[in-house]
């Protein structure tokens, strides 16, 4: 406006009233580990050399693993005082951190000391420090407890000089030598410069001159000197004890060097047969070896890479194709430990399909011939099954390779018989879609299967169900679903169940029957095939009737019952299964029911003080609205079951929900209702120190004066 006077008005920052920041307002601000861990950095005196800027904001050093600079600014002129804080650092975290935080929480601590801050200027160096953000080579910050922190707290880290800083840059701008470049130097020397080079080496490393040697001995005929060596070398680094202590950093590891690089001159003097050798002795004692290390995989890695030399030797070899395949084969099925993973590429050179005839045959003649199908894991078939199985997949591998697929899928049936290996057999007739023979042969292993393997028979089970939905029939894989929902009931198999009985067209009824099991804890009973229900007297079917629902399906295919296992749960009385009914009630939004079955809950275990099962939070959260005095309840319930234990990490946890309480009653416009709480909560426990000194932010006080009347 023409002719009035402009009034220059100071910067909102200016005016921010830190004597009215409260414990709230920074819980807005940063998360609560931040917060937390902020007040122990203060607390223990991480905050130096504080200053204030010119335009209101703060700058310091906080002393962690190591030293960052902490700037914090302040912006804007809202009511909400956590909007008008922000914070740079040169810490990984750089916004918001823990050492804001401590910052913040100092200054506050020297208004109330009424101690001076000195000022500083704009152009702080600690400023361009958080420009330039954080040094990487500096390492991580410190992440331990706060409870040690005085102990860990390390001296300053000291500033690197102008010299120091050149050195550093002229370090990394340093190239890295290349194998050109090394062999651009050595060309550019003269023959006897080479042999004193040489030499000089040999004299001073005592590993080249064995090789040299070695290669001398390969040049003049003599290999068998430097076979004997390489044995000699291979089973005195087998027979060393591996171990290493990670913790003291020290212990015996092998050095398998000298090994590789006799193989490698082997393999370079094309004495194939003798390497292959060497390593069908190596994977023995380096199997052996590693069983008995005690090491974090240096000695399997060491014995893995000498490996693959020798697998460099077996397809030049003078073994048959079908020798070498057997090799690979035999080595892979010894191996357990990844040893020989290298030999895997073998197999893909293209073998001619009689050698792989010839593989199956002969690996077929290490079958036993007898073995039980029932698989019993008391048995001695159970104990070699293992390896039976993976024999048998060589074979079938072996049989597919020679283009014989369906004998691969003959032998692949016998072993199912034979063995117990119904699965492959059946995943293999449903992939050749002869659906006929895997169902039958999928109800086969039901029945001869031990129960006790729960995971073969839930396989089993599956491939029935998926081979009955292709014809339509969906009704078994409800069944299934029914089984294992009562086994185990939780809200994802009773989503499972639901789900298969809406494509079985039963959805509204086995909803109905699944509710009733969970509200009574009453096993629902299959519909009885028209055998079974002639089978049985009348008696019999109206007692069954009265005590339990019904399934409106067959019972599932299942394995025989197990003779050596105990059903626990009969010996109980039936129980409304509680955590399944509120979480289905709280997910359909019938928060009358989930409270409902909550307290009946309560009821029933009155005694039950150390129950696993816990609903107090995940309720109130769900009734918050509609019930906001439940909520309320069922909050400081949880708070003060938290406040009751031994350990203070529990205690931030209280204290938030103790929050959630206060958050209800504010939107109710009943705040004062906390006010009372919080006292009540206070003298239940008011000797828990580090309790009471969270309990303190939630008093809406500001932080200044809490202190005040701490200090008073």
């Known amino acids: 406006m023409v002719g009035k006077k402009k009034v220059k008005r100071k910067p909102a920052s200016k005016d921010f009233p830190w004597d009215k920041l409260t414990w709230d307002d920074l819980s807005e601000w940063t998360d609560s580990r931040s917060l937390d861990r902020g007040r122990s950095y203060q607390r223990?005196?991480?905050?130096?050399?504080?200053?204030?800027?010119?335009?209101?904001?703060?700058?310091?050093?906080?002393?962690?693993?190591?030293?960052?600079?902490?700037?914090?600014?302040?912006?804007?002129?809202?009511?909400?005082?956590?909007?008008?804080?922000?914070?740079?650092?040169?810490?990984?975290?750089?916004?918001?951190?823990?050492?804001?935080?401590?910052?913040?929480?100092?200054?506050?601590?020297?208004?109330?000391?009424?101690?001076?801050?000195p000022e500083a200027d704009l152009g702080d160096a600690r400023l361009t420090r958080i420009e330039q953000g954080w040094d990487e080579d500096a390492g991580d910050d410190?992440?331990?407890?706060?409870?040690?922190?005085?102990?860990?707290?390390?001296?300053?880290?000291?500033?690197?000089?102008?010299?120091?800083?050149?050195?550093?840059?002229?370090?990394?701008?340093?190239?890295?030598?290349?194998?050109?470049?090394?062999?651009?130097?050595?060309?550019?020397?003269?023959?006897?410069?080479?042999?004193?080079?040489?030499m000089q080496i040999c004299r001073s490393d005592r590993k080249v001159k064995p090789s040299f040697i070695d290669r001398i001995m390969l040049e003049t005929g003599d290999h068998s000197a430097v076979v004997r060596e390489a044995r000699k070398e291979l089973r005195s680094v087998t027979a060393e004890?591996?171990?290493?202590?990670?913790?003291?950093?020290?212990?015996?590891?092998?050095?398998?060097?000298?090994?590789?690089?006799?193989?490698?001159?082997?393999?370079?003097?094309?004495?194939?047969?003798?390497?292959?050798?060497?390593?069908?002795?190596?994977?023995?004692?380096?199997?052996?070896?590693?069983?008995?290390?005690?090491?974090?995989?240096?000695?399997?890695?060491?014995?893995?890479?000498?490996l693959s030399i020798v697998a460099e030797a077996i397809v030049p070899s003078s073994m048959s194709d079908s020798e070498k395949i057997l090799f690979v084969i035999d080595a892979l099925l010894q191996d357990d430990y990844g040893l020989c993973d290298g030999f895997g590429d073998v197999l893909d050179q293209g073998f001619p399909r009689a050698a792989w005839t010839q593989v199956a045959d002969t690996l077929k003649g290490r079958i036993p011939r007898k073995?039980?199908?029932?698989?019993?894991?008391?048995?001695?078939?159970?104990?070699?099954?293992?390896?039976?199985?993976?024999?048998?997949?060589?074979i079938i591998y072996a049989l597919e390779e020679?283009?014989?697929?369906?004998?691969?899928?003959?032998?692949?049936?016998?072993?199912?018989?034979?063995?117990?290996?119904?699965?492959?057999?059946?995943?293999?007739?449903?992939?050749?879609?002869?659906?006929?023979?895997?169902?039958?042969?999928?109800?086969?292993?039901?029945?001869?299967?031990?129960?006790?393997?729960?995971?073969l028979i839930k396989q089993l089970q599956d491939s029935l169900a998926k081979i009955a939905s292709r014809n339509k029939d969906h009704s078994m894989a409800a069944a299934i679903a029914a089984d294992r929902f009562v086994a185990c009931p939780s809200i994802t198999s009773l989503q499972d169940l639901l789900?298969?009985?809406?494509?079985?067209?039963?959805?509204?009824?086995?909803?109905?029957?699944?509710?009733?099991?969970?509200?009574?804890?009453?096993?629902?009973?299959?519909?009885?095939?028209?055998?079974?229900?002639?089978?049985?007297?009348?008696?019999?079917?109206?007692?069954?009737?009265?005590?339990?629902?019904?399934w409106?399906?067959?019972?599932?295919?299942?394995?025989?019952?197990?003779?050596?296992?105990?059903?626990?749960?009969?010996?109980?009385?039936?129980?409304?299964?509680?955590?399944?009914?509120?979480?289905?009630?709280?997910?359909?939004?019938?928060?009358?029911?989930?409270?409902?079955?909550?307290?009946?809950?309560?009821?029933?275990?009155?005694?039950?003080?150390?129950?696993?099962?816990?609903f107090e939070v995940e309720i109130a959260d769900a009734v918050s609205s509609a019930y906001p005095d439940r909520a309320v309840e069922l909050y400081c319930t949880e708070a003060d079951r938290l406040a009751a234990e031994t350990s203070t990490k529990v205690y931030p946890q209280a204290v938030s929900l103790l929050k959630k309480a206060r958050k209800v009653l504010k939107s109710q416009k009943r705040p004062h209702e906390f006010e009372v709480i919080l006292e009540e909560f206070y003298q239940r426990h008011h000797r828990k120190r580090r309790l009471v000194e969270l309990l303190g932010g939630l008093s809406g006080q500001p932080i200044v004066s809490m202190q005040r009347d701490k200090g008073s």
């Open 402 to 455: 020679a283009g014989e697929d369906e004998a691969a899928t003959e032998f692949c049936i016998d072993e199912a018989t034979n063995a117990g290996s119904y699965q492959r057999a059946v995943d293999r007739l449903v992939a050749l879609k002869r659906y006929d023979e895997a169902r039958d042969l999928a109800a086969e292993g039901l029945s001869n299967t031990d129960p006790s393997y729960a995971g």
């Open 44 to 117: 223990h005196g991480a905050v130096r050399n504080l200053a204030t800027l010119s335009d209101g904001g703060l700058i310091a050093d906080v002393t962690g693993t190591h030293r960052y600079a902490t700037h914090i600014s302040l912006v804007g002129s809202s009511r909400d005082l956590s909007k008008r804080l922000e914070s740079r650092c040169s810490c990984p975290v750089g916004h918001r951190c823990k050492h804001a935080v401590a910052v913040i929480l100092e200054y506050l601590n020297s208004i109330e000391n009424r101690t001076l801050v």
């Open 241 to 306: 004890e591996a171990w290493f202590n990670s913790w003291e950093g020290h212990g015996n590891l092998p050095d398998y060097s000298g090994l590789r690089s006799r193989l490698q001159a082997l393999i370079d003097a094309e004495h194939f047969d003798a390497v292959v050798e060497l390593g069908r002795e190596l994977i023995k004692r380096g199997l052996r070896q590693v069983e008995q290390s005690h090491d974090e995989g240096e000695t399997a890695g060491e014995i893995m890479r000498t």
């Open 499 to 550: 789900k298969a009985a809406r494509k079985a067209k039963c959805e509204s009824a086995v909803e109905q029957v699944a509710m009733k099991f969970l509200e009574t804890g009453v096993k629902p009973r299959f519909a009885p095939t028209p055998t079974a229900t002639k089978s049985r007297s009348r008696k019999t079917r109206r007692s069954e009737k009265n005590q339990s629902a019904e």
């Open 552 to 614: 409106p399906f067959a019972p599932p295919p299942e394995a025989p019952s197990n003779r050596f296992r105990v059903d626990r749960a009969r010996s109980r009385k039936p129980s409304p299964h509680f955590d399944v009914l509120i979480r289905w009630a709280i997910k359909h939004r019938d928060l009358e029911s989930a409270l409902r079955w909550y307290d009946e809950m309560q009821a029933s275990r009155s005694k039950d003080r150390f129950r696993l099962s816990r």
């Open 371 to 394: 073995s039980s199908g029932k698989r019993d894991r008391f048995s001695d078939d159970f104990i070699r099954s293992y390896a039976r199985k993976r024999l048998s997949s060589w």
């Open 142 to 198: 410190f992440y331990g407890d706060d409870d040690d922190f005085l102990d860990r707290v390390p001296e300053p880290k000291r500033e690197r000089t102008d010299r120091e800083t050149t050195a550093r840059k002229q370090t990394k701008s340093k190239r890295t030598i290349t194998d050109a470049d090394i062999a651009k130097h050595l060309t550019a020397k003269s023959k006897d410069e080479l042999v004193d080079m040489v």
